[in-house]
């Protein structure tokens, strides 16, 4: 991690956590302000997030001021393939798991899971659909017997409900 | 007191049998790199919640303890450390392969680990009882600066620098106010979710800082192909069996091994005491342990022995796997005595205590003692089958370091996605894992530490209820946060964990820039 940092990830990248903290913050006491709360119990909210407000101000200026000039990177980021930039084999991991759980209970979860399981394999370069079909049977009888069974969790079979 | 002592230890033996399995789930798990002993523990907690409190403590404890000594086993044989904290390990333990040492190397590790666990079992369960009985004659007030503290220190201690440190630990307590008020019964910042009215789970947030977002970084990773790993496998078992020629003792190696770190009582006790005192500092964890018991060695060691570290010192390798282990102890007394999780693994048995309702805090061991003490006794259980179990798998674990991050990161991701569901049951617990993972995600590639937003998270609501008796206590003046004896010390302690560190970086700074310029005019004079 510490060799990323030294590399400098871009700006944008860096400035990010801090602006979704302060935009959490303000959202959070707009929310509160604006409600009809006690107003006992919203000073608590506004002592916590004033800080937030400051250190991610503070992050940004730091961000900002530590910014090194532009080099050639522009043109190595260009001739880099597209799955292997970062962010995009995690972005599409989340975005098909969040996907899947939005029709989870519509689809079940040996459905999603087959699904989330053969895109994250994918994704880390297997391509033999025998592993594939080996750690999805695996996980799928491991969940059904050990957590819906055992330990009674209500997990949705969706399509494969049968009555 | 001993009457409470008696009965967890009673109580420990009853759930006994759980040692051993949590033992060799640790040791597998540690073997494999990529997956932590916070990893392992986030994948087994449906598991944990199930179990009664005392078990699911019990077994978390095993896996973290199998897990700092299963790391051990690739980082001697392979040299790939199956994490951070054994780093160490791979360097005084692979040159003594490379020698043809390895059982030797790989009995120093088991005795250690085992001495190690055991020794950090005995001060904890001597100290822990009366830090809290002192905890207990806190107020609010005093509690409140204590959690403030906690999260300072792992603030200070976070690779990113203390503001951004700081910035995770108050986004982390901003969570925490999500749902309903402690005190008054108010619905705050919920958005109208009815999801949110209890509030973001804790389990979710955990799940996703430490789990699914370990699974996306890996995912960014450039991943060797299948080729490539069939090669490193070959390669693997072609080593392995150099080593099993080169290495003809086999058990008597491990037991000779042990026997030479029985023979060393002061590099176990210091490195032991070391190794407890940094697992009682919030953040600090296994690495730093090992690193400093490892210099402290460095700084006793006679020349001749000096000259062997880097080169294969056993006292190098004794020193940092007993640190490693007796370290699990330490982090267990701030968890039980003040309720305050100084590592990742730790939070995860604060969830565990919090889903039972156990009482967290300095109350546990007056309102639970019995399933402290059970948790406590049960290190000493531990530290046996870790010389058990260790003896048997030394040969045959470290091979796990080949285990394809194809087969684990879908595995752990599912698994992640189950453990946030297990809590609630609610399919948006799964969605906020997946949120928390992007945003852990994010967090680590730029330096920020996930463990303070958790421990914000997590803490918050005790915070909150700490400062506001607080503020009740003192007719609504913050004046009593000043004018209480303890609290005056407390806050000292509070501002020189923020100065110390800082004026000690500047100096070290300083230092280096004057050394880089006497380098620098030194050359220039030379021409």
Known sequence: ?163 | MTDILIDGFFLFLSNAWIVPIGVMIGMVAGAVPGLTPSNSLVLLLPIMIFLPPEQGMILGTAIYAGAEMGNSFPAVVLNIPGSAGSSITAIEGYPMTRAGRTSRALGICIMSSAIGAGIGGAISIAAAPNIADIALKFSPVENSIVVMFGLVVIAQISSGGLVKGLLSGFVGLLLATVGTDPIFGQFRSTYDVVYLYDGISVVAILVGLLGFSEVLTQLDAKHKNSQQRAEERKHGTAQAKQVKADDDLGCKGIFYGAMAVVKRPFVWLRSSVLGLIVGAIPGAGASVASLMAYSQEMNFASKEEKKKFGKGSEVGLMSADVANNSMVGGSLVPLLTLGIPGSATMAILLVVMEYHGLHIGPRLFTMNGEVAFAVLWSQFAAAIFLLVVGSFLAFAAFRLAYVSVSYILPIVSVFCLIGGYARNQYLFDMGMVILFGLIGYLMKRNGYSTIALLLGAILGKMFENYLLQGFRLGYDSAWIFFERPVAIVLWILLALSIAVPMWLKRRANKKTSSEDDSNYTKEVTNG
Do not use: C, W
């Not at chain 1, 049977?137 to 069974?149: D, M, R």
């Open chain 1, 1 to 163: 991690m510490q060799q990323e940092n030294k590399q400098q990830n871009p700006l944008i990248e860096r400035l990010l956590f801090p602006l979704i903290a302060a935009g959490l913050s303000v959202s959070m006491l707009v929310e509160q302000f604006t409600g009809s709360y006690r107003d006992e119990s919203k000073y608590y909210v506004l002592a916590i997030a004033i800080p937030v407000l400051v250190l991610a101000l503070i992050d940004i200026i730091k961000n900002i001021r530590a910014t090194k000039p532009k080099s050639s990177s522009r043109t190595q980021t260009q001739s880099v393939p597209l799955m292997d930039r970062v962010y995009v084999r995690p972005l599409i991991a989340g975005a098909v798991a969040l996907t899947g759980i939005y029709f989870m209970e519509d689809l079940g979860f040996p459905i999603v899971f087959s699904i989330l399981i053969t895109v994250i394999m994918r994704l880390t370069g297997e391509k033999s659909p025998y592993k594939m079909g080996g750690v999805i049977v695996a996980s799928l009888l491991v969940i059904h017997f050990g957590f819906v069974q055992i330990i009674g969790l209500d997990l949705p079979y969706g399509l494969l409900e049968f009555e």
